[in-house]
């Protein structure tokens, strides 16, 4: 599995600051970074914070330890960095979002590619910084017009029968699951 190492870790935070210094600035006032943790503990490879920290200071950064669904909770629009978990919750928990990531970071599998070709083709997926600020600045203050419309809503409905499971049953499903691991 390909994750980001080294210098890539360093390109996706510079694409970020590229990124807000093209956001108006009504939104660049509301933008924050919500840092890796891992079991409540922030982990910050590359020195991440410092580097967010010397350029915007602590108020741009959310708080270690605030767990991820208050974080989405209270947001407007989540811009999610990597296609994994966090994606998902993002997905279900019906907060606008766009994932922003340089693909030859992350390896996805074949089924992962199409469904990143339509959030691509619909303005969900991003992988230049200066195009994803540009629909930023159209949809905003406005973010649930777009958000709620009829092509977004079955993009969004897609998505989440691909990558979530949100069967009612569910529990039982992975009841059955178990019971037949050998």
């Not at 989405?72 to 407007?76: A, D, G």
């Given at each position: 599995e390909r994750n980001p190492y080294g210098r890539e870790n360093i390109d996706q935070i510079d694409n970020c600051f590229k990124l807000i210094k093209n956001l108006n600035p009504d939104l660049q006032n509301v933008t924050k970074f919500k840092l890796n943790s891992?079991?409540?503990v922030e982990r910050d490879n590359w020195f991440i914070k410092r580097i967010i920290k010397e350029k915007y200071g602590n108020s741009k950064i959310i708080k270690a330890g605030t767990h991820i669904r208050k974080t989405?909770?209270?947001?407007?629009f989540i811009i999610n960095l990597y296609p994994?978990?966090?994606l998902s919750e993002t997905l279900i928990s019906n907060i606008p979002f766009a994932l922003f990531y340089n693909p030859s970071h992350w390896d996805v599998s074949?089924?992962?590619?199409?469904?990143?070709l339509l959030m691509k083709k619909n303005h969900i997926y991003f992988e230049d910084p200066k195009q994803l600020s540009d629909h930023l600045n159209k949809i905003w203050p406005t973010v649930n017009e777009w958000w709620n419309s009829k092509a977004i809503l079955e993009v969004r409905n897609y998505l989440k029968d691909k990558m979530a499971n949100l069967d009612k049953n569910w529990k039982n499903e992975w009841v059955n699951f178990l019971k037949n691991v050998n």
């Open positions: 891992y079991q409540g989405i909770n209270e947001s407007k994994q978990t966090c074949d089924e992962c590619e199409e469904m990143i």
